[in-house]
C-alpha cells in the first residue's frame, strides 16, 4: 500500500522544539514536491512549509523564520523542524507528496499523496 506517514508530534511548551518526519512506504519521494499542511481546529488548512523536488524550499510568513523544512531522499523521507513553537502553532501536521505548483496556490487537494497526520500540542 502507497502511504506517507507521519511521526514527531507531541506536547512541547511554547518555545519548544519538535522534528516532524514523513516518510514514503511504497513510493518513492525523490522526484515529489513534499509540504506540510497544518489543520488546526474551526480553522483552514494552512500549508506552513514546502520542499521541491531539488530541494528549493517556501515557507509561509508566519513560520519560515521557526520552520526549517529539509530532505533526505536517500532515506526516503522529509522532516518538519519546528523551533520556537507558539501557541497559534497546535494542530494536525499533514504531510502531502506531489506538485509544488499545486502547493504553492493552495490547492492541496490536488496533491498526489497524504498522510494521515501527527498532533502538535503546544501548552505550558
Known amino acids: 500500500q502507497v502511504q506517507l506517514v507521519e511521526s514527531g508530534g507531541g506536547l512541547v511548551q511554547p518555545g519548544g522544539s519538535l522534528r516532524l518526519s514523513c516518510g514514503g512506504a511504497g513510493l518513492s519521494l525523490d522526484y515529489y514536491a513534499i509540504g506540510w499542511v497544518r489543520q488546526a481546529p474551526g480553522k483552514e488548512r494552512e500549508g506552513d512549509s514546502a520542499?521541491?523536488?531539488?530541494?528549493?524550499?517556501w515557507g509561509a510568513p508566519s513560520v519560515s523564520d521557526r520552520f526549517t523544512i529539509s530532505r533526505d531522499n536517500a532515506k526516503n523521507t522529509a522532516y518538519l523542524q519546528m523551533d520556537r513553537l507558539e501557541p497559534e502553532d497546535p494542530g494536525v501536521y499533514y504531510c502531502a507528496a506531489g506538485p509544488l505548483a499545486f502547493w504553492l496556490r493552495g490547492n492541496y487537494n490536488g496533491m498526489d499523496y497524504w498522510g494521515k497526520g501527527t498532533l502538535v500540542t503546544v501548552s505550558s
Open positions: 520542499i521541491s523536488s531539488d530541494g528549493s524550499t
